[in-house]
């Protein structure tokens, strides 16, 4: 990845776009909830120009952004850079997507040392891969623990992303009830609403079922129709949204919400230009 430039600023010029950007909407419950969008929805676009296409998500409104698994491979200066840009935007990095390699040994020193200079607040893993059987489970629910612990000091913690797998039943309980019940409340659980109903799991009995648990969530539609599926933009599928969003601020704790669209008939941009539009609509 080529490095970035970016322009310097004075503290009184950063401190003046600060107060003036839209740092946060107002919630049902008086609460701050920052949108953001998982940049994995525009993938195509950051590979091809990191800088631009974050300087473009944040033009559209975005006040947070979530890096995936590429960032990685950024040296710090290249992070260093990425925070000074967020900073002149005026967004925030409040999570990243990783691949389990970033919960053990140089990769969480690494994945530690770039989510400090970028800001954020959660080491997330995005899947864990193949795994076998409860016990193999319990074995991610420990590697997420002990990555925890170690993070505990640097003011950083760790969280876990679902997927379908993580909702499908299996040897009689679900691979995410396993999760839950093996880490504590140093492990958030980012729940994808998408994933989780497109089981047909309710994705709000969830939300109660772990209160204070749930600070992050992928705002993923779902459409029964198969030509359709993910397909759908936030508000054309069956997520029950407003019951979704009470439930979110009311009991699961939301710190943050993420958009994360993985295609639909629109170009990618001008998907998440529309999802943020029908997230404001549905969030009112």
Not at 34 to 60: H, N
Not at 84 to 112: E, Q, W
Request: include cysteine; aromatic fraction near 8%; hydrophobic fraction near 40%.
């Amino acid at each position: 990845m080529p490095s970035m430039t970016v322009p310097d600023i004075s503290r009184r010029t950063f401190l003046a776009l600060a107060a003036t950007a839209p740092l946060a909407i107002s919630a049902p419950q008086g609460k701050q909830i920052p949108i953001g969008l998982e940049l994995y929805s525009v993938r195509d676009e950051l590979q091809k120009d990191l800088t631009g296409t974050v300087r473009a998500v944040a033009k559209m409104g975005y006040q947070c952004v979530e890096f995936y698994a590429p960032y990685m491979r950024w040296t710090p200066q290249q992070a260093k850079d990425m925070r000074a840009l967020m900073d002149d935007l005026g967004i925030r990095c409040y999570s990243t997507h990783n691949g389990p390699n970033s919960f053990v040994g140089d990769g969480l020193a690494k994945a530690t040392e770039l989510n400090q200079i970028i800001g954020s607040k959660y080491i997330v893993m995005a899947s864990a891969n193949r795994v076998t059987g409860l016990d193999g489970w319990k074995a991610v629910a420990d590697t997420l623990s002990q990555a925890a612990e170690k993070l505990k000091p640097q003011g950083i913690r760790t969280g876990y992303h679902n997927h379908q797998a993580e909702f499908t039943p299996l040897e009689g309980k679900r691979p995410m009830e396993v999760l839950a019940a093996n880490t504590g409340k140093d492990v958030m659980l980012q729940l994808d609403v998408g994933h989780c109903i497109e089981t047909g799991a309710d994705p709000v009995a969830w939300i109660n079922q772990n209160p204070g648990r749930i600070q992050s969530l992928h705002l993923k539609d779902w459409s029964r129709d198969p030509d359709v599926g993910f397909k759908a933009l936030m508000g054309e599928g069956i997520v029950p949204w407003k019951q979704v969003f009470d439930a979110a601020e009311k009991t699961g704790g939301a710190e943050f919400y993420l958009i994360e669209q993985e295609g639909s008939r629109f170009p990618a941009p001008e998907t998440a230009e529309k999802c943020l539009a029908a997230y404001k609509k549905l969030h009112a």
